[in-house]
């Protein structure tokens, strides 16, 4: 099922950028516009003074109301009412457009919240049987990697028993971390992909816009390392929303086994 609903964060995102976008053309129009009226009479000729300060006056007209316009949309956007949608995983609130029928990741803790049939699916609160930190999961799942040992975890199906109990036979195989590479971008999602990347390495826009480009199938780049595997396939999802190729891979791994997506 679809989700009609959109995140509040990611409308003001793209209507900011559009907002910002339109107003530098605005403020240019009229910054040129201006100087044709301020300077039209010493390096015109006199016979085309009266038209092109007629053509700037109708600039700064122009590059005024498209100013408005996008102070105007960015404005609406703030306007509008929005559904608050608190997070079973952290109990922080999202804020949509309408009400979420479908899966989406929260904002703050990067967990997806999973639906069926149009309906959030209950979470219910797990603890590790080896160290025994405690998690919420989805009701529909059976097994859970934990967040603080890594060592996967197999939940009862009674709902009313907590302690899940750790696979023995997989612990080996799971006591590592994870990184997370990058092998390819979707050029429409650049600029969204570079932020994203600012973001999570904390380097400057320049520095991610080079890191995209030096990506490939045979040297992908590791944009997140040392991550719990329930953070590092977060972040996977990110990015393959973006339409990005990620692989996700132990840290101690030495060839990444990419799965395109992008």
């Known amino acids: 099922m679809s989700n009609k609903a959109v995140k509040v964060e990611d409308v003001k995102e793209r209507t900011w950028t559009d907002s910002i976008g339109s107003s530098v053309w605005g403020i240019g129009i009229m910054a040129v516009?201006?100087?044709?009226?301020?300077?039209?009479?010493?390096?015109?000729?006199?016979?085309?003074?009266?038209?092109f300060k007629l053509i700037a006056v109708l600039g700064l007209i122009l590059g005024a109301a498209i100013v408005a316009v996008a102070m105007f949309q960015a404005q609406h956007v703030d306007a509008k009412p929005t559904t608050p949608f608190k997070c079973p995983f952290c109990d922080g609130t999202n804020y949509f457009f309408g009400t979420p029928t479908a899966d989406f990741d929260c904002e703050l803790c990067a967990r997806t919240i999973h639906f069926e049939d149009g309906s959030m699916v209950m979470v219910r609160t797990i603890i590790c049987q080896a160290c025994r930190t405690e998690h919420r999961v989805p009701m529909n799942i059976q097994r859970y990697v934990c967040d603080r040992c890594n060592r996967p975890l197999k939940l009862s199906t009674d709902i009313t028993q907590k302690v899940a109990v750790a696979s023995n036979a997989q612990n080996e195989a799971m006591q590592?971390?994870?990184?997370?590479?990058?092998v390819a971008f979707d050029r429409r999602h650049e600029n969204a992909t570079a932020m994203k990347i600012q973001n999570i390495m904390t380097v400057n826009l320049v520095d991610?816009?080079?890191?995209?480009?030096?990506?490939?199938?045979?040297?992908?780049?590791?944009?997140?390392?040392?991550?719990?595997?329930?953070?590092?396939?977060?972040?996977r999802r990110q990015f393959e929303e973006l339409g990005a190729?990620?692989?996700?891979?132990?840290?101690d791994a030495g060839t990444p086994s990419s799965s395109s997506h992008g």
């Open 33 to 51: 516009s201006g100087l044709v009226i301020y300077f039209g009479k010493v390096v015109l000729p006199a016979n085309l003074v009266h038209t």
């Open 208 to 235: 991610a816009r080079k890191i995209l480009a030096s990506a490939s199938e045979t040297a992908p780049i590791p944009i997140a390392w040392g991550e719990p595997l329930r953070k590092a396939e977060a972040l």
């Open 176 to 182: 590592h971390q994870y990184d997370v590479l990058l």
């Open 245 to 251: 190729t990620v692989s996700v891979r132990p840290s």
